[in-house]
């Protein structure tokens, strides 16, 4: 399977790899027995709260007093514990009580990854979903449940290619933002622990990030209207696209969407929450774009 510019080997769940394991340059996923992670690391975080489970980490550095993080765990209360060793391009788990190889697959690309990027400092993660319009990626931002993946489900229907459901990668490349696809999963429905179903028409290039629509709930009958941000607004559309983060990371990512809305072009539309108006939502986004 290919997620986030990488192949992903789950030597021991056969069901859930695609390719050959001899492939170069593969993060394989493998299990471990290691009975405790204290022996390991030497800091653990108290338990938060992640897609309905508690979680915490476990490191040897703190991560914001360190520029990459190359080794840490993240435990996931009675399902599974991940352990990232990035020298080796590994993900190693211990199963928990409840573990199945399809919460492994779950935890492993929609949350775990996703923080390994940006710990060791190699992507930014945003909570948008992505599409591409005239081959150039879009990003829909907006709150839980404000109608992403409604409007994603619906280019998708329309031939275009993704890049993302819930989640894509940003990448600062000299000076200039590109987007890396996620994972090749829709899911229309709102479930948690579960990726959805697999999607053919899934981008794998690497692209210059084009622009990000803020999608603004309104009435069934109000009109559809695209308003370009600035300042203190396009900031904070950037600053809570971001995905879900312990504490010791709100400062790297404070700075990264303050340099990021610099650069990038960020619009609001207004959608009306109607579903039988998604095509004129679909149409104006056409036509903001030149089609």
Known sequence: MIAFNRIFLFLDEPSLTDMPC????????????????????????????????????????????????????????????????????????????????????FWVLHTFFPLVL???????????????????????????GGGKSTLLNYFLKQGHRIYGDDTVAIEEIDGSYKVVASYPFHRPYRKAEVLGYPIDNFATEVKPLYRVYRLDKSSETSKIKIEELHGVEKFETLYQSQFVTFENLTKSRYNFATKMAQQAQVFKISVPWDMERLEEVYQALLIHNGI
Do not use: M
């Not at 992640?50 to 520029?67: L, P």
């Open 22 to 105: 001899d492939v170069l340059n593969g993060i394989i996923v493998c299990q471990v027995n290691i009975s405790t992670l204290c022996d390991i690391f030497t800091l653990q975080s108290p338990w938060v709260e992640i897609t309905e489970r508690r979680v915490r980490y476990y490191a040897n550095v703190v991560f914001e007093d360190s520029s990459s993080v190359d080794e840490w765990a993240l435990e996931v209360e009675d399902v599974v514990t991940l352990i990232w060793q990035g020298k080796t391009n590994t993900i190693r788990y211990i199963e928990g009580k409840k573990y199945t190889a399809e919460l492994l697959q």
């Open 118 to 144: 940006e710990l060791a400092n190699l992507s930014h993660i945003l909570h948008v979903s992505t599409v591409e319009i005239d081959k150039k990626p879009i990003l829909f931002s907006a709150l839980s």
